[in-house]
């Protein structure tokens, strides 16, 4: 009878907390999207584990070759789309998404379905949760004096959901097609392509849209219903922007709430210490950018809402009972599990991306073990922020990556360049009304004749030289890999690889399961061997002195009144947000006790090299400008 009222009072605990944080999350991280194809099936991985994951949509081709293959290993049928048929870019996407979606969903019911034998893999997930979790705490709460499996299948079905396949594109790739050599509507560029093809897909997730502001674009969303809210306010594909500052985030949410549609999240990333394209902002720096996000998100919410239900009421839709949810997330040199805990606590962060350290687990996402190798020997000098982007923005990369090396050869060849097989980045229409890629050889070619009729002087001549021919294949290069590791032929591609880490790779030296990171970062293990990783704040903070050092260096010979002032003003943003840090760890109290120390005498040590450089910048500038500036 005890035993039986215990039961009892227990289902009535728990259908209390259900009621109250029925299918809430289970994690406080996201795999975000990495290069073109390091996440390209990350969610068949994890997303049975609760696990939120972005893939990129940059790249039909491959997405195709990665469907293909599965297929084959799961003995699916295939039926091919061919680059014949109409639309083949977008048909690509919604076949791989809805391929994805069946079966990470046949995963996760699997997974669920729990058995006897299979009971201590469940209770594994459970105890990887962080333990703020609630349905870690209802589980054990419900599995604690005995293990019913008939009413644990029930409580699973209602309480645990799969991690959510996110996709992600960079909005100003978007590249005009042709067929027959007529160019075709704006709807079929590569971005618009990739946008239909998801909206046409049967998942119920995020789309990711990153690289700025593509008004075009955005508009397009209107096509379609997916995107618009029901009277619940739920969104079956929510629009997710990935921002580096609060007023960008507050233009752009206004710009879709105009059009009756809804920003679900701004995902703010740092615009230095992150992997792939690092979008610097004028030494704006994370902490205070998190801090503007955090004292201003109600007036965010409300502002954008109320555009949001005048333009629903003018359109004619469903107008929400109640206001739109609104996450807010950050991501860019996330190490540690107190500075992961810092981001949630003291910013009020929805979720934490951590990118770069799951490039090492082989669980989570396609590295072939080369590549993976390299990246374990990698050291802070052996990471660097690049030129070889042909989208003319710095590039995280690592020094003697294979597609490097073979880049390096052809110029050696007195052949540089890329044969361009995929197009995706052929931007440049200075010289063919189609675009080219800068990193092509019929460019660089073309680019390095221009260079030799010039007349410059010899000095001149290396320097524009080595800018030329520095553009690499990344849009080859950053999905090869994927290939290599889901053993796909690579007779196209090549055999080279690129690969885009953050600078926090340093700081991760050996390669992973999936648990040993996830207990790495709610603080339960630590696999960061070496004792002076800086704190992620302080990271990026030398970052962008660098990057200021080197632009200056560059323009100060002949530095136009534009650039003094942009000079100007990105070192006075940095000492501001010096200050900021200097109150924000000194105030902080019963966060970083171990490191507080340390971190305010790297904050001295950056401000001495800060001023130092900022005089030099003042001297430089012209005479009455810098006299009008102290005044």
């Avoid at 379609?224 to 007023?247: A, H, Q, T, W």
């Avoid at 390299?374 to 042909?390: C, F, G, H, R, V």
């Avoid at 849009?475 to 090549?494: H, M, P, Q, W």
């Avoid at 992620?536 to 003094?564: A, G, V």
Wanted: aromatic share 10%.
């Amino acid at each position: 009878m005890q035993l039986i009222i215990e039961m009892r009072v227990q289902r009535n605990i728990i259908g209390l907390l259900v009621n109250n944080i029925n299918m809430q999350k289970s994690h406080s991280f996201h795999i975000p999207v990495m290069g073109i194809g390091f996440t390209i099936d990350t969610p068949l991985k994890v997303s049975k584990y609760g696990i939120d994951s972005v893939i990129s949509l940059v790249d039909d081709v491959l997405l195709e070759k990665i469907r293909k293959s599965y297929s084959e290993k799961l003995e699916i049928p295939f039926q091919e789309i061919s680059n014949k048929i109409d639309d083949f870019r977008a048909k690509r996407i919604t076949s791989y998404l809805n391929f994805l979606n069946e079966q990470a969903e046949q995963k996760f019911e699997e997974f669920k379905n729990v058995t006897l034998s299979k009971k201590n893999e469940l209770k594994d997930y459970f105890n990887s949760l962080p333990d703020s979790s609630d349905i870690k705490k209802e589980f054990q709460i419900l599995t604690e004096k005995y293990f019913n499996l008939d009413e644990i299948k029930s409580w699973l079905k209602e309480n645990l959901q799969p991690g959510s396949i996110d996709v992600n594109i960079m909005t100003k790739v978007d590249k005009d097609n042709y067929s027959k050599g007529e160019k075709l509507p704006v709807e079929f560029n590569d971005a618009h392509a990739a946008l239909r093809g998801y909206a046409n897909s049967n998942l119920k997730s995020s789309i990711i849209l990153s690289a700025g502001m593509n008004p075009r674009l955005y508009a397009y969303i209107e096509n379609f219903d997916d995107f618009f809210p029901d009277e619940n306010g739920e969104i079956k594909k929510k629009i997710v922007l990935k921002v580096s500052d609060y007023r960008s985030a507050l233009i752009q949410g206004k710009f879709f709430a105009k059009k009756g549609l809804w920003v679900s999240e701004y995902r703010i990333e740092s615009g230095l210490n992150c992997g792939g394209h690092a979008f610097a902002t004028e030494g704006y720096l994370m902490g205070p950018i998190l801090e503007e996000f955090k004292n201003n998100r109600k007036d965010l919410i409300q502002s954008v809402n109320q555009i949001l239900i005048k333009a629903l009421e003018n359109k004619g839709r469903t107008i929400p009972k109640q206001e739109l949810a609104l996450k807010i997330t950050a991501q860019g040199g996330v190490g540690t599990a107190e500075e992961h805990n810092f981001l949630m606590d003291h910013y009020g962060i929805d979720s934490v991306g951590w990118g770069t350290p799951f490039l090492l687990v082989p669980e989570a996402t396609s590295v072939d073990e080369p590549t993976i190798d390299k990246l374990i020997q990698a050291k802070e000098e052996d990471l660097y922020l690049s030129n070889i982007s042909p989208l003319g923005v710095p590039f995280n990369s690592l020094r003697g990556n294979t597609k490097d090396l073979e880049k390096l050869t052809l110029i050696s060849e007195g052949k540089p360049g890329s044969k361009c097989p995929k197009r995706y980045v052929a931007l440049d229409s200075e010289f063919h009304d189609k675009g080219l890629c800068t990193a092509s050889s019929t460019y660089q070619k073309k680019k390095l004749k221009q260079l030799e009729e010039s007349g410059v002087t010899a000095k001149d001549y290396f320097k524009k030289f080595r800018e030329i021919v520095d553009k690499g294949c990344i849009c080859v290069g950053l999905g090869t890999s994927a290939l290599i590791a889901n053993d796909i032929e690579t007779d196209k591609e090549g055999p080279g690889v690129s690969v885009c880490p953050s600078p926090n790779l340093a700081y991760f030296s050996k390669k992973m399961n999936l648990r040993e990171l996830v207990d790495h970062i709610y603080g339960r293990s630590n696999v960061i061997s070496r004792n002076d990783r800086p704190n992620m704040f302080i990271k990026e903070l030398k970052i962008y002195i660098d990057y200021l050092k080197e632009k200056f260096e560059d323009t100060k010979e002949e530095m136009t009144q534009k650039q003094e002032k942009y000079f100007v003003n990105f070192s006075e943003n940095l000492q501001n947000g010096i200050n900021y840090y200097n109150d924000l760890f000194s105030n902080a109290k019963d966060k970083f006790t171990e490191t507080k120390e340390d971190i305010l005498n790297q904050l001295t040590s950056n401000q001495n090299i800060l001023k130092s450089l900022s005089t030099e910048i003042r001297q430089n500038c012209m005479p009455e400008r810098v006299a009008v500036k102290n005044d």
